[in-house]
């Protein structure tokens, strides 16, 4: 026969992997501590009574809990392809020390290969601070910049984590860019749980460029868990450039599934569709974009290769007529990390 203390015990496991978070009040222990130091009649007598779930307002009620604990394996599962993925949204709140290398021959039928090299990652500080580090990156929303774009945003700075909570976080930034230039910003990101399968991530980025002025970076996004192994996600962003004097943005819908081929070298694969476009000389879309994109860790934990096919119609200018381009993508990564990603 169970004790009080046992039976309480197995009630609270799948609440208590649900939200960490949450424990047992120290009063309710020394209850339970009571309660087994009583006669054998007392503790049959309770064991027969319905426990009901603890509540207060420290202890949330379990239908919370467990709410939470389906929220929570929702975020770590896109977290997880995130991170498989090299996601910039991601590697931007890692806590430790990383560098991806990413070799690309980019391909398309108008403008023949594009041969480069990216260079992305950060390095903790702790002598300074636990919350310092030192990172070197593009903008946080590369894959919706021009290549032009892309060559041009690379920098090198300090990041100051001044808050981490469960759902906010604020960092302070200050960066070095050719030029030269620096840039001072804040970055803050705001996540919320919608349903038990479902949450929403907004991220809010202010920089101050000392050549070509403000700029802001909007990003929202909202996941929906499929199953145990794939997702659908939404994702839209709109930039403002002082230098440019205009918005563009860039919103899509990707299909994401992890392909439980190998235990130990896994892959996974995206499909995608995007539109973007900009409000001036007139408002107009200057893509629409779909393809899917095939990333695989081989050899060793440490390297990856992506394959991106895909077909763009397209708009450079206002005035240009709209063609259509076949492209492919091709990347090689070498990811240095004490925690590499691997199968989940």
Request: glycine share 6%; aromatic share 12%.
């Amino acid at each position: 026969m169970l004790s009080v203390k046992n039976l309480i015990e197995e009630l609270a496991k799948p609440v208590f992997w649900g939200a960490v978070l949450c424990s047992l009040p120290s009063g309710a222990v020394l209850a339970v501590d009571s309660i087994e130091a009583a006669s054998d009649t007392i503790d049959q007598e309770l064991t027969e009574l319905p426990v009901e779930p603890v509540s207060g307002p420290e202890s949330p009620h379990w239908v919370d809990k467990s709410h939470e604990y389906a929220t929570n394996r929702t975020q770590a599962l896109a977290q997880w392809m995130d991170d498989f993925f090299g996601a910039q949204v991601r590697d931007a709140e890692r806590a430790d020390s990383f560098v991806r290398a990413i070799f690309i021959d980019d391909w398309d039928q108008r403008d023949g290969h594009d041969l480069k090299v990216r260079l992305r990652g950060q390095v903790d500080l702790p002598k300074i601070s636990e919350r310092v580090d030192l990172v070197f990156s593009g903008e946080e929303s590369e894959q919706t910049l021009t290549e032009e774009e892309r060559g041009q945003e690379n920098d090198v700075g300090l990041r100051v984590n001044v808050r981490d909570g469960r759902r906010t976080r604020l960092d302070a930034t200050i960066s070095v860019r050719s030029g030269p230039a620096i840039l001072p910003g804040v970055r803050f990101r705001y996540q919320q749980s919608i349903t038990d399968n479902s949450w929403a991530r907004f991220t809010q980025r202010l920089q101050y460029h000392t050549e070509d002025g403000y700029r802001s970076l909007t990003n929202f996004e909202a996941n929906r868990i499929l199953d145990d192994k794939s997702l659908i996600r939404w994702a839209g962003r709109v930039r403002y450039r002082e230098d440019k004097e205009f918005w563009d943005y860039n919103t899509g819908i990707t299909y994401r599934r992890w392909l439980d081929d190998h235990a130990k070298f896994p892959s996974a694969i995206e499909y995608f569709v995007a539109v973007s476009g900009r409000d001036q000389p007139e408002n107009y879309e200057t893509s629409y974009r779909l393809g899917f994109l095939y990333r695989k860790q081989f050899f060793r934990q440490f390297l990856f290769y992506e394959i991106e096919p895909s077909y763009n119609w397209r708009r450079d200018l206002y005035e240009e007529k709209r063609e259509g381009v076949m492209g492919i993508v091709f990347r090689l990564e070498v990811m240095l990390d004490r925690e590499l990603v691997g199968g989940r």
